[in-house]
């Protein structure tokens, strides 16, 4: 079909008639912006901009990677229509939806959208679907379980969501919107230059904040971790404070106040464990001692330090992943949300299998560490395991994907990042988690049960 055609097309989805029906719009020339990472996978198209990451299906992939900003829109239309043996109008569809996708997230220079211009074609976050408020069904990446899940908006204008997990408990995650005073203007920039964890932005009487605890008369530990950068610990407990400076040692202790990227925090009342948060106020671990939340600390404090050398892609970089060290020194890796289950952990302690809880981290020479902020981080034994839901199944796509930790890096090192963890998913055994992780980690390795282990 002639550039001449541009005004017929395919039927389409209601937002893309716009540009299904504008001349201009098909005479465009798009090129591949500057920077912008593309990996193929077997055909599809792994994407990495400075909006977003995400995936481009084979026959859209297959199309879009000859944008050069010569070719028209019209004239890729033709040709998939003749390489792929279908009709114009759904050559045309699927042309426009890609462009439109890759226009949304930054990938290509040189579309010119209709005046109406185009809806996203996903949410910003790289999620499948749209934010639905109200009720919906989802299945956790994490556990493969399928979830209820409420979303909706509070009176302040936050977004929260509140899934159902499988086992009983619920898992409330909070959109925060963040006021437009000028102390707490003062903060965001804070934290959007690295001076100030995201979590110390929640206020004290949310939800969140109430757990965190992040009073200036708790005592703030800041020290000096092993890239030159000061990290600092609210922490509420002095037998954990004096571990942490244990570990630490005077060389290192800082009078210069860091980010806060662990919160240690006792209970409200009573006796009961710590609970241990980083800078996202995410929380990690179960410690029973405080010997345990001192490892706990220094783990989280090192993945934040090998995330932010891990943008530059020629040092260690985090995987997705946290290290669980077993019997006859097993190693395998798991998600995070394979561990949070009530009664994994002690599970996983009565058969010899103790977790880490700080994203591991893959070094220059495919090696895998366990992080740490202040000393040398433990080195994972040679042939590793990745136990996740569908684990046997995964595409080498999915299984790098597995692997990626949300987060930016600058554009000149995103496809050597990808292709180092391309290398990394090939050199490992993957298998599926179709059961309790105890169970699952027991029949790979020799019997061991410790009875009387706790919860």
């Known amino acids: 079909m002639a550039d001449d055609d541009a005004g017929v097309g395919g039927s389409g989805p209601g937002w893309l008639r716009p540009a299904l029906e504008s001349a201009e719009f098909w005479a465009a020339t798009p090129m591949w912006r500057p920077g912008t990472s593309r990996t193929e996978f077997d055909g599809e198209l792994l994407i990495w901009t400075d909006d977003a990451r995400f995936t481009m299906p084979r026959l859209a992939g297959a199309v879009m990677i000859h944008l050069d900003g010569a070719v028209t829109l019209s004239q890729l239309a033709d040709d998939a229509a003749a390489a792929f043996e279908i009709p114009t109008g ?205 490892a706990v600390v220094d783990q989280v404090l090192g993945e934040v330090m090998t995330a932010a050398d891990g943008q530059r892609g020629d040092g260690p970089i985090p995987v997705d992943l946290v290290l669980v060290t077993g019997p006859e020194e097993m190693c395998v890796l798991v998600p995070f949300g394979a561990l949070e289950p009530t009664g994994t952990v002690a599970g996983l302690a009565r ?38 839901p569908s684990g046997a199944h995964l595409s080498d796509l999915e299984k790098v994907k597995r692997l990626l930790v949300d987060g930016q890096a600058e554009s000149e090192h995103r496809g050597r990042i990808v292709e180092r963890l391309r290398l990394f998913a090939d050199s490992l055994l993957w298998r599926s988690l179709d059961g309790p992780l105890p169970e699952v980690l027991a029949a790979m390795s020799p019997v061991v049960d410790r009875a009387g282990v706790g919860d």
């Open 351 to 388: 058969r010899g299998w103790t977790p880490t809880w700080g994203r591991a981290e893959l070094a220059e020479n495919g090696s895998v560490h366990v992080p740490s902020a202040v000393g040398a981080s433990r080195q994972a034994g040679s042939g590793l395991t990745v136990v996740c």
């Open 90 to 294: 759904p050559a045309r569809v699927l042309v426009a939806t890609a462009a439109a996708e890759l226009g949304a997230y930054g990938a290509v220079d040189g579309l010119v959208l209709p005046p109406e211009g185009l809806q996203p074609v996903r949410s910003p976050l790289e999620a499948d679907e749209a934010l639905i408020l109200g009720e919906s069904t989802r299945v956790d990446p994490d556990t493969g379980a399928e979830l209820r899940v409420v979303t909706d908006v509070d009176a302040s204008g936050n977004i929260f969501t509140l899934e159902h997990l499988p086992d009983g408990r619920r898992r409330i995650t909070t959109e925060l919107v963040v006021g437009t005073g000028t102390a707490e203007q003062e903060l965001l920039a804070l934290a959007l230059e690295g001076n100030r964890s995201m979590a110390e932005l929640v206020p004290v009487d949310s939800c969140l904040g109430s757990k965190l605890r992040n009073l200036d008369h708790v005592p703030l530990i800041s020290f000096t971790c092993v890239d030159g950068q000061v990290r600092s610990v609210r922490c509420h407990d002095t037998v954990v404070a004096e571990g942490i400076g244990e570990l630490v040692g005077s060389d290192r202790a800082s009078t210069e106040r860091g980010p806060i990227e662990a919160f240690v925090v006792t209970p409200l009342e009573g006796d009961g464990p710590l609970r241990i948060y980083d800078g996202g106020g995410q929380r990690r671990g179960r410690p029973r001692d405080p010997a345990e939340s001192v």
